[in-house]
């Protein structure tokens, strides 16, 4: 996997919103990426985490993990989201951080045997949210990556 300032570099030009949300990369290892991003660029009227930063912030890391570790592969694939659901467990009241893992080496390893015979597959991956180290929301996703 890449190393973090790289990675955080690399949203920044890519994915403008990581940057206005002043997202910055934690950790990024093959089975976890880790980002976190502070209160006042993604606040809302309530003094509040704004629901849609939570969730890009969640999306992010499990996109991240994908990219990156199709990258360290030798793969160059298209990644988006497909779908995804995510729950809002408690306010986000200051710096919030999104973690993805993803341990699973057999589902991993399938997705790359699709991607690479059929040049697109799904992935399914979850990433949780944490405050002040209190989990305060969860994510559920799929995406894809295709082949370019």
Known sequence: MQDTKYIQYYL???????????VKAVEASKNRVVL?????????????????????LAILSAWTLVHFRLQHEGLNC???IQKNTMSYD????????????????????????ILSSKKRSRIVLNSYLE?????????????VAIII
């Open 36 to 56: 976190k991003a502070p209160l006042p660029p993604n606040i809302n009227h309530r003094d509040t985490v704004f629901g849609g930063s939570a969730s890009a």
């Open 78 to 80: 298209r990644v988006v």
């Open 90 to 113: 408690k306010p986000i009241l200051s710096e919030f951080v999104a973690t993805c893992i993803l341990d699973d080496n057999v589902k991993w390893q399938r997705f790359v045997k």
């Open 131 to 143: 405050c002040k180290g209190e989990k305060v929301g969860y994510f559920e996703g799929a995406l």
């Open 12 to 22: 920044y030009k890519h994915i403008p919103l990581s940057k206005a949300m002043e």
